[in-house]
Nanobody, 114 residues
Framework: QVQLVESGGGSVQAGGSLRLSCTGP??????MAWFRQAPGKERDFVAR????????YYADSVQGRFTISRDNAKRMVYLQMNSLKPEDTAVYYC?????????WGQGTQVTVSS
């Protein structure tokens, strides 16, 4: 099992910003993605990035507000979240793309209040 560790979540007001981080031994060479799971809902895709950062893709709901990036030397993947909305409230996870069951970590909680 290769677990990824997410951090950087918190509670913010609508319009605020947060930067999430993800680290793990596989980050150096794998395509990576962020996902989120809101209470009572399924886990959804948020953003993905190729291993060389050459291609980025976002869910429509976050396009223009969130930015995914990575630093392979540090084995880190980031998600910069701006203009946060209450509907962004969820537990955020990183994983490879496509995701693997044995890579899910604990996630990091993001709560956005109106």
């Amino acid at each position: 099992q290769v677990q990824l560790v997410e951090s950087g979540g918190g509670s913010v007001q609508a319009g605020g910003s947060l930067r999430l981080s993800c680290t793990g031994p596989i980050v150096t060479f794998a395509p990576m993605a962020w996902f989120r799971q809101a209470p009572g809902k399924e886990r959804d895709f948020v953003a993905r990035i190729t291993w060389d950062s050459g291609n980025l893709y976002y869910a429509d709901s976050v396009q223009g507000r969130f930015t995914i990036s990575r630093d392979n030397a540090k084995r880190m993947v980031y998600l910069q979240m701006n203009s946060l909305k209450p509907e962004d409230t969820a537990v955020y996870y990183c994983n490879t793309m496509p995701p693997r069951e044995d890579h899910w970590g604990q996630g990091t909680q993001v709560t956005v209040s109106s």
